[in-house]
């Protein structure tokens, strides 16, 4: 696999390698290193888009103003639900552009004043772009801070949400021999490119205990998959954001259970990379220009939060996109429907939020691609 023209952040790479005692790194670091490291890497750079234009991928917030909208209905439920707090504290991680929290910002203002007054809206890890954005119109409302440490000071009551977070945090990646786990490390090749070499998963650590659950049932070998480790300091972390039981927390991606992550089929992985609406397999290629992510296992996520003292909703757990946002927006869809039936033309706004909630939804597009995890304290 080729590096392709070569980049300070390849520079930078090649010198942790050549600086390890084994002549090659993990791939959680190196992702880490392709994706966060300052002013190099693929998130660092603050004119990095998302969406269909100019951007690399496309998610919810890309489709219009509805998405923040629903999630601005069931915040504002959640907080009817706690009685109706003074402070009400939204917290956001992983906020791109910011254009989320403009569209849930904008959803509370329609909705209810009262829970607009009581909204107080966070950043974690702000932009200036974010910062730009949200100045315009929330000013008052819209604050930020570095670090989720520093959010967690502050906060009784609130909801914690971030929306394609957790698939971009560093993974490793493992490899089934027919008889054990490996791990896939990042080296340089004679050609001066970057390699997968295997090395032997050493015992008492995180990844060795984490292979060691796995059922390897009818894999083949070779069979490669990937390991989130930093998912489950990323859950300590956040767990602590609010009051005992005055938090929720919304944790949106896109994944599986233990079992469909886990599958024979999914002989090579999660492991995807994007770069210009275009999917490829090697991370290798245009380190820095190019988006890593790989799946979430979900079920090994919520038995993390639990690990912290968070647990699935009742009425939630783990859903479909599909099904979190239609229990959102049955109100919404019945006032509709019942200013039609009076006769009453739909709005050009709502005819296009409408048509939003659809590609949201619908099972065959973004519906049951991307899942819901719920959890309270």
Request: aromatic share 10%.
């Amino acid at each position: 696999m080729s590096s392709g023209q070569t980049t300070s952040l390849d520079g930078r790479i090649f010198q942790q390698i050549a600086d390890h005692p084994a002549k090659s790194i993990s791939f959680a670091l190196f992702m880490e290193l392709a994706l966060y490291e300052p002013e190099l890497g693929y998130y660092s750079d603050p004119a990095r888009k998302v969406g269909r234009k100019g951007g690399d991928f496309y998610t919810s917030v890309s489709v219009g103003d509805t998405f923040g909208r629903l999630l601005a209905m069931a915040a504002a439920q959640c907080w009817r639900d706690l009685d109706r707090p003074e402070s009400f504290s939204l917290i956001e991680q992983g906020a791109h552009d910011g254009q989320l929290a403009l569209d849930i910002l904008g959803g509370v203002d329609e909705l209810d004043r009262d829970f607009a007054t009581a909204v107080r809206y966070t950043v974690i890890e702000p932009r200036q772009a974010q910062r730009e954005l949200l100045a315009r119109r929330f000013s008052e409302t819209a604050r930020e801070v570095e670090i989720v440490a520093e959010a967690s000071k502050t906060q009784a009551a609130g909801i914690f949400v971030c929306n394609e977070l957790v698939d971009a945090l560093p993974v490793h990646r493992v490899r089934w021999s027919g008889e054990q786990w490996c791990e896939l490390r990042v080296a340089v090749g004679e050609g001066g490119d970057f390699e997968w070499v295997e090395a032997p998963i050493g015992n008492n650590m995180p990844l060795a205990d984490e292979v060691a659950r796995i059922d390897v049932g009818d894999f083949a070998d070779g069979y490669t998959t990937e390991i989130n480790l930093a998912a489950q300091s990323w859950m300590a972390g956040v767990s602590e954001l609010f009051t005992q039981g005055q938090g929720r927390w919304w944790i949106i991606d896109y994944g599986h259970s233990d079992e469909e992550f886990f599958a024979a089929h999914r002989r090579e992985g999660t492991l995807r990379c994007y770069r210009e609406h275009r999917a490829t397999d090697d991370p290798f290629a245009g380190v820095g220009e190019t988006d890593i992510t790989a799946h979430v296992n979900f079920s090994r996520l919520a038995e993390w939060a639990g690990e912290c003292g968070l647990g699935a909703t009742a009425a939630q757990g783990t859903v479909d996109q599909h099904d979190f946002l239609t229990r959102v927006a049955v109100d919404w869809l019945k006032a509709l429907e019942r200013g039609t039936a009076d006769g009453t033309p739909m709005s050009a706004t709502d005819q296009a939020r409408v048509r939003q909630f659809q590609t949201l939804t619908h099972p065959g597009m973004m519906g049951r691609v991307f899942k819901f995890l719920e959890l309270v304290n």
